[in-house]
């Protein structure tokens, strides 16, 4: 009986620390989790609080570079081998067209994620300081921004790697919105492209940028990330408990030391955290941290696999400079901007009003300027820090969700119900057919 | 200690999902429609010439690659019989390829879709036949096409392919219907009007390589039934005036054959690029006619 429990206990391979050191050391040993605390806030901890959205964007890139390895294998970037092999993937690679699917939804949802993440730290002013000493929740917010900034660039440059018409067209409408840039547009575009028009100096620009460049790029920027966010001590709403604390008038706990690197050279590496009653408020990062990434890990792969397996993967005619896809759209995170250009484009007899330039350039220069000075000028107070619609923030809440709401509407508009010739269709009206050479 | 306990349910749960997932892709893997056929075909060359000869069937994703022409065409992993003799009267996709023209365009030089048509990437029937899919503009070249656009004789659109390497031959074997129309340009001194390879008038279009035009370049709001280039082009020589009033382009009268025959001319009009070899070389008579100007070569 011993014996059989033995063996069944080492099948369902389950360990129970029997220490609340014990828990702690297996997290600070580990080299896949000992960037992780040893001890973790409940409310941290809680799907209502952050949806684990952050997390879901890393898993999302882990699975977008696992994926993109193996497509870097099999692609060809050529512009006479691009679409070749991306057919090839699609009808005689084993398994090809799974990992091409799961590729490009994976990078539509990392997007999405990545977005929504953004929303739900602005709503909860997560970017807001606490109370514990030398946190700078701002600037772990302006690397989010570029972290934001680098994923649509990402997904950007590898939208055009299939070399279809959906890609050709795609880059194009989206270099010629930077060419309204001014001053610097025409030289950004061409630096964009290696040359004036979108050929194998494009092709092999955007590859390099999209395998190479902006992947290392955002694994520097998600490293500084998470380390400030330790540095920062955790989420924004584990300094709402210390608040909480203060409030209560408990008996003061004691001074606590987080070690982050353990003793070295007889110094010890001291981060000062939010003082929180760790046995009311805390856990062992170790399982219940660990447990929790795993459900968020399978939660993602599985949404992303049935994802894709029920949209299939466009790949249009090959990329044909001389016959414009109908409509042309750029990709859809950027269909708010094409709306945008194409609703601020306005001719008054002779006279035409540059759409790009406000639309394209000027609108969301602004949005992304705001974004990353909102820190400093956001003066509600530190209770708003890490609390979902804080009460002195509701204005800025209001303005911010009216912003993302257009920004919302704008996309659906331009993804769903801009047809051929830019024509506006309700969604209740179908699409003239195209007419076809056969 | 709940949060813990519903968090290992659910790691089990979405673990269990997974692996459903997985075999799903697996199962999906292993039973691809092209495997069904191939069995077929063994089945067939069993009966028929017995087992031993049906081990010889190679079996996986079966291509030709013919590189002079950048072409990989998997219909050889369905349509296995091509080139065995006594399947003659097979049923498709095993029936072999008429011997005859075989010889003179060896599949292994000329693959299938330069010909038929078709996605050669592809394999499986939908995306292989292309007759209804979204994204490619070269469908097989066959009965259902023809259906769909009401010509005289569906199976002859195959020929507009023929003349893409043949554009320079005054009569091409086999090719009726082009060599019809080639005689008709001639006859109706098309010429006078239109400019083909650099030689005629420019009174009406240029029409060198009308071919590979846009779809989107035509009007169809006088065109009955499916907007299609094929279909605006067999309206427009059944009466040029019907689809475009203005147009200076008298009335031939033009029965159904002469219509199907010119729309397959001017369509196999396109800007192709062939290594030379694949051009059949010019023949001292009968004398070229007015289109086939040297300079194009």
């Given at each position: 009986?011993?014996?059989?429990?033995?063996?069944?206990k080492?099948?369902i391979?389950?360990?129970?620390?029997?220490?609340?050191f014990e828990?702690?050391?297996?997290?600070?040993?580990?080299?896949?989790?000992?960037?992780?605390?040893?001890?973790?806030?409940?409310?941290?901890?809680s799907?209502?609080y952050?949806?684990w959205?952050?997390?879901?964007s890393?898993i999302?890139?882990?699975?977008l570079?696992?994926?993109?390895v193996?497509?870097m294998?099999?692609?060809?970037?050529?512009?006479?081998?691009?679409y070749?092999?991306?057919?090839?993937?699609?009808f005689?690679?084993?398994?090809?067209?799974?990992?091409?699917?799961?590729?490009?939804i994976?990078?539509?949802?990392?997007?999405a994620?990545?977005f929504?993440?953004?929303v739900r730290?602005f709503?909860t002013?997560g970017?807001?300081?606490?109370?514990?000493a030398?946190?700078?929740?701002p600037?772990?917010?302006i690397?989010?921004?570029v972290?934001?900034?680098?994923?649509?660039l990402?997904?950007?440059?590898?939208?055009?790697?299939?070399w279809?018409q959906?890609?050709?067209w795609?880059?194009?409408?989206?270099t010629n919105?930077?060419l309204?840039?001014?001053?610097?547009?025409?030289?950004?575009?061409?630096?964009?492209?290696?040359?004036n028009?979108i050929a194998?100096?494009?092709?092999?620009?955007f590859?390099?940028?999209?395998?190479?460049?902006?992947?290392?790029?955002v694994?520097?920027?998600?490293?500084w990330?998470?380390?400030?966010i330790?540095?920062?001590?955790g989420?924004a709403?584990a300094d709402?408990?210390?608040?909480?604390q203060?409030?209560?008038?408990?008996p003061?706990?004691?001074s606590?030391t987080y070690?982050?690197?353990?003793?070295?050279?007889?110094r010890?590496v001291?981060v000062?955290?939010?003082?929180v009653?760790?046995?009311?408020?805390?856990?062992p990062?170790s399982?219940?941290?660990t447990?929790?990434?795993?459900?968020v890990?399978?939660?993602?792969?599985?949404?992303?696999?049935?994802m894709?397996?029920?949209v299939?993967?466009?790949?249009?005619?090959?990329?044909?400079?001389?016959?414009?896809?109908?409509?042309?759209k750029?990709?859809?995170?950027f269909?708010?901007?094409?709306?945008?250009?194409?609703?601020?484009?306005v001719?008054?007899?002779?006279?035409?009003?540059?759409?790009?330039?406000?639309?394209g350039?000027i609108v969301?220069?602004i949005?992304?300027?705001?974004?990353?000075?909102?820190p400093?000028l956001?003066?509600s107070?530190?209770?708003?820090?890490g609390?979902?619609?804080?009460?002195?923030?509701?204005?800025?809440?209001?303005?911010?969700?009216?912003?993302?709401?257009a920004?919302?509407?704008?996309?659906i508009v331009?993804t769903?119900m801009?047809?051929p010739?830019?024509?506006?269709?309700?969604?209740?009206?179908?699409?003239?057919?195209?007419?076809?050479k056969? | 200690?709940v949060?813990?306990n519903?968090?290992?349910?659910?790691?089990?749960a979405?673990?269990?999902?997974?692996?459903?997932?997985t075999?799903?892709?697996y199962?999906?893997?292993y039973?691809?429609?092209w495997?069904?056929?191939?069995?077929?075909f063994?089945?067939?060359?069993t009966?028929?010439?017995?087992?031993?000869?049906?081990?010889?069937?190679?079996?996986g994703i079966q291509?030709?690659?013919?590189a002079?022409?950048?072409?990989v065409?998997?219909?050889?992993?369905?349509h296995l019989?091509?080139?065995?003799?006594?399947?003659?009267?097979?049923?498709?996709?095993?029936?072999?390829?008429?011997?005859g023209?075989?010889?003179?365009?060896?599949l292994?030089?000329?693959?299938?879709?330069?010909c038929?048509?078709g996605?050669g990437?592809?394999?499986?029937?939908?995306s292989?036949h292309?007759?209804?899919?979204?994204?490619w503009?070269?469908?097989?070249?066959?009965?259902e096409?023809?259906?769909a656009?009401?010509?005289?004789?569906?199976k002859?659109?195959?020929?507009?392919?023929?003349n893409?390497c043949?554009?320079?031959?005054?009569?091409?074997?086999g090719?009726?219907?082009?060599?019809?129309?080639k005689?008709?340009?001639?006859?109706?001194r098309?010429?006078l009007c239109?400019?083909?390879?650099?030689?005629?008038?420019?009174?009406?279009p240029?029409?060198t390589?009308?071919?590979?035009?846009s779809?989107?370049?035509?009007?169809?709001a006088?065109?009955?039934?499916?907007?299609?280039?094929?279909g605006?082009?067999?309206?427009?020589?059944?009466?040029?005036?019907d689809?475009?009033?203005?147009?200076?382009?008298?009335?031939?009268?033009?029965?159904?054959r002469?219509t199907?025959?010119?729309?397959?001319?001017?369509m196999s009009?396109?800007?192709t690029?062939?290594p030379s070899?694949?051009?059949?070389?010019p023949?001292?008579?009968?004398p070229?006619p007015a289109?086939?100007a040297?300079a194009?070569r």
């Open positions: 009986m011993a014996a059989e429990k033995t063996i069944w080492k099948l391979w389950t360990w129970k620390p029997e220490s609340e828990a702690g050391d297996s997290i600070v040993r580990n080299l896949l989790l000992h960037w992780f605390p040893s001890k973790i806030t409940f409310r941290s901890l799907y209502r952050s949806f959205l952050g997390t879901a890393a999302l890139f882990g699975i570079t696992v994926t993109g193996v497509l294998f099999l692609y060809v970037p050529s512009v006479e081998r691009a070749a092999s991306i057919k090839d993937i699609e005689a690679v084993a398994f090809g067209w799974f990992l091409r699917g799961l590729h490009r994976g990078a539509h949802l990392m997007v994620v990545v929504l993440h953004a730290v709503l002013g970017y807001k300081n606490g109370v514990a030398n946190q700078n929740r600037l772990n917010w690397i989010g921004v972290l934001l900034l680098s994923t649509l990402l997904s950007f440059t590898g939208y055009l790697l299939p279809d959906l890609a050709f795609a880059i194009t409408v989206g919105i930077a309204a840039a001014p001053v610097v547009g025409e030289q950004t575009r061409f630096l964009l492209l290696g040359g028009t194998q100096g494009a092709l092999i620009r590859y390099v940028l999209h395998c190479v460049f902006l992947p290392m790029l694994l520097l920027l998600f490293a990330h998470m380390w400030r330790r540095k920062d001590g989420l709403c709402q408990l210390a608040l909480d203060k409030q209560e008038k408990a003061p706990i004691k606590k070690s982050l690197l353990g003793i070295a050279g007889t010890t001291h000062e955290a939010a003082l009653d760790e046995d009311r408020h805390a856990t990062a399982p219940s941290l447990l929790r990434l795993l459900v890990i399978l939660a993602t792969v599985l949404l992303a696999s049935l894709t397996i029920v299939e993967a466009p790949l249009e005619e090959p990329a044909n400079p001389a016959v414009t896809s109908n409509p042309a750029a990709p859809w995170y269909l708010w901007l094409q709306e945008l250009v194409a609703d601020t484009t001719r008054v007899g002779g006279l035409t009003l540059n759409g790009a330039l406000v639309g350039i969301p220069g949005l992304v300027g705001l974004l990353l000075v909102w400093y956001d003066r107070s530190v209770r708003s820090a609390i979902w619609f804080g009460s002195d923030r509701w204005r800025q809440n209001i303005v911010f969700l009216i912003i993302v709401l920004i919302l509407i704008l996309t331009g769903y801009r047809g010739y830019w024509g506006l269709y309700w969604p209740w009206e179908t699409w003239p057919d195209l007419p076809r056969f | 200690m949060a813990k519903r968090d290992v349910a659910l790691i089990y979405f673990g269990a999902i997974l692996l459903l997932v075999g799903w892709i199962w999906d893997y039973r691809p429609e495997k069904t056929y191939q069995s077929g063994r089945g067939l060359i009966g028929r010439f017995g087992a031993e000869r049906a081990q010889q069937i190679p079996s291509q030709i690659w013919v002079e022409l950048n072409r065409d998997r219909c050889v992993t369905c019989g091509l080139e065995w003799e006594g399947l003659e009267d097979a049923p498709n996709p095993y029936r072999a390829h008429p011997p023209i075989l010889r003179k365009h060896p292994a030089g000329y693959g299938c879709t330069i038929h048509g996605q990437f592809a394999t499986d029937v939908e292989a292309a007759t209804g899919a979204l994204h503009e070269e469908p097989l070249l066959a009965g096409i023809g259906r656009n009401q010509v005289e004789e569906p002859a659109l195959l020929q507009i392919n023929c893409i043949h554009r320079y031959d005054a009569q091409t074997e090719a009726d219907y082009i060599n019809y129309a005689q008709i340009v001639q006859e109706k098309c010429v239109h400019k083909v390879n650099g030689q005629g008038s420019l009174l009406g240029d029409l390589y009308v071919g590979e035009q779809p989107e370049h035509y009007d169809y006088r065109v009955p039934g499916k907007q299609s280039s094929i605006w082009h067999l309206a427009h020589f059944h009466n040029p005036k689809v475009a009033p203005q147009s200076l382009m008298p009335n031939f009268n033009f029965g159904p002469e199907q025959a010119l729309t397959m001319l001017v009009w396109k800007r690029r062939l070899s694949y051009i059949p070389p023949k001292a008579a009968p070229p289109e086939a040297p194009e």
